[in-house]
């Protein structure tokens, strides 16, 4: 297995078109880079669920998945399953947020997950950030679209037992939902980290990576 390591590393930008999105695809990630980087900038966009009890667990969650770091929440109010209409005030927030951001890594849907919303978000990340470094997360649920990803996270079980904790604490809402389980989660990360060597770990898509190889 290559590893690559990260560097320097002063920013993140964390998306998602739903509250909870960035936490079930990113949440060990998160956890694990924010405790190796003692106040790195995390700025989190997610494109609906604002004005809600949804917007109030996405704050406290990204608050407890992101310990020690800087972080900046923004949820917008556009209407769940419906983000391919709303494309313009999507890509407006995108290209708002890259104006005040430069990160080193991007988080962020993967682009062959069926749901129209994560899709749709994931098809205008490049769109913004064009040269930023960008893995695109999976979801587990009923569409069955999971694939081959080709980077990985290691996670420690003490961490992915975390990840699992954060996601029953802090969404409520979602607990009734038949995938929304212990099972579902530890489960996905488990035959991830098969993939990788390790015990458990969360899986990336990338599309293009850059290569220094003489730095």
Same mark, same amino acid.
């Given at each position: 297995?290559?590893?690559?390591?990260?560097?320097?590393?002063?920013?993140?930008?964390?998306?998602?078109?739903?509250?909870?999105?960035?936490?079930?695809?990113?949440?060990?990630?998160?956890?694990?880079?924010?405790?190796?980087?003692?106040? %790195?900038?995390?700025?989190?966009?997610?494109?609906?669920?604002?004005?809600?009890?949804?917007? !109030?667990?996405?704050?406290?969650?990204?608050?407890?998945?992101?310990?020690?770091?800087?972080?900046?929440?923004?949820?917008?109010?556009?209407?769940?399953?419906?983000?391919?209409?709303?494309?313009?005030?999507? /890509?407006?927030? %995108?290209?708002?947020?890259?104006?005040?951001?430069?990160?080193?890594?991007?988080?962020?849907?993967?682009?062959?997950?069926?749901?129209?919303?994560?899709?749709? %978000?994931?098809?205008?990340?490049?769109?913004?950030?064009?040269?930023?470094?960008?893995?695109? #997360?999976?979801?587990?649920?009923?569409?069955?679209?999971?694939?081959?990803?080709?980077?990985?996270?290691?996670?420690?079980?003490?961490?992915?037992?975390? /990840?699992?904790?954060?996601?029953?604490?802090? #969404?409520?809402?979602?607990?009734?939902?038949?995938? #929304?389980?212990?099972?579902?989660? %530890?489960?996905?990360?488990?035959?991830?980290?098969?993939?990788?060597?390790?015990? #458990?770990?969360?899986?990336?898509?990338?599309?293009?990576?850059?290569? !220094?190889?003489?730095?």
């Amino acid at each position: 297995m290559i590893r690559l390591g990260a560097g320097r590393l002063d920013g993140i930008v964390a998306l998602g078109a739903h509250c909870d999105d960035i936490a079930i695809g990113a949440g060990g990630t998160l956890l694990a880079l924010c405790a190796a980087r003692p106040g %790195l900038r995390v700025d989190a966009l997610v494109l609906s669920g604002g004005g809600t009890e949804r917007e !109030d667990e996405e704050r406290a969650a990204l608050a407890a998945f992101c310990p020690g770091a800087d972080l900046g929440v923004t949820v917008l109010k556009l209407p769940d399953g419906r983000l391919p209409t709303h494309w313009e005030e999507a /890509k407006n927030a %995108l290209e708002e947020l890259r104006r005040r951001t430069d990160p080193g890594l991007v988080l962020a849907p993967r682009t062959e997950d069926a749901h129209q919303d994560h899709q749709g %978000l994931a098809k205008l990340v490049p769109t913004a950030f064009r040269d930023h470094f960008t893995l695109g #997360y999976e979801i587990v649920k009923w569409d069955g679209d999971l694939g081959r990803p080709s980077v990985y996270q290691p996670l420690s079980p003490e961490l992915a037992e975390r /990840k699992v904790l954060l996601l029953q604490e802090h #969404y409520a809402s979602q607990r009734h939902r038949p995938w #929304y389980d212990r099972e579902a989660f %530890l489960g996905l990360a488990r035959i991830r980290g098969i993939e990788c060597g390790a015990r #458990y770990a969360e899986a990336f898509d990338a599309k293009k990576l850059l290569l !220094d190889l003489e730095g």
